[in-house]
Nanobody, 124 residues
């Protein structure tokens, strides 16, 4: 069975750092783009960062550029998101996702497999 499990997260003060991790199983991890999305109460789910299957292409939404770094290890089926200089507006539930299309994508609708969590809370 397909499984995508996110971990990490927590509560930090403004300016702090957190690292999110994700492990995929039950699908051909090496052939999938991977991404992190987030959703706050009352808002739509939005893309945070994505990475191609090879790791050579990445995407960051404007609000996290220069602060977040996405990486993957295809040997371990893992995906990481290092988040630095966190702001209160980064507070959200974060989702790890996998897209099995033929090319690199950051489009939410093209992501097939989704994991639940983790929660990130940034306080003033």
């Amino acid at each position: 069975a397909v499984d995508v499990v996110g971990s990490g997260g927590g509560q930090v003060q403004t300016g702090g750092s957190l690292k999110l991790s994700c492990v995929g199983s039950g699908f051909r991890y090496r052939g999938h783009s991977m991404g992190w999305y987030r959703q706050s109460p009352g808002k739509e789910r939005e893309v945070v960062s994505c990475i191609s299957w090879s790791g050579t292409s990445t995407f960051y939404t404007d609000s996290v550029k220069g602060r977040f770094t996405i990486s993957r290890d295809n040997a371990k089926n893992t995906l990481d998101l290092q988040m630095n200089h966190l702001k209160p507006e980064d507070t959200a539930m974060y989702f790890c996702a996998a897209a099995g299309g033929t090319g690199f994508t950051s489009t939410l609708e093209e992501y097939d497999y989704w994991g639940q969590g983790p929660q990130v809370t940034v306080s003033n």
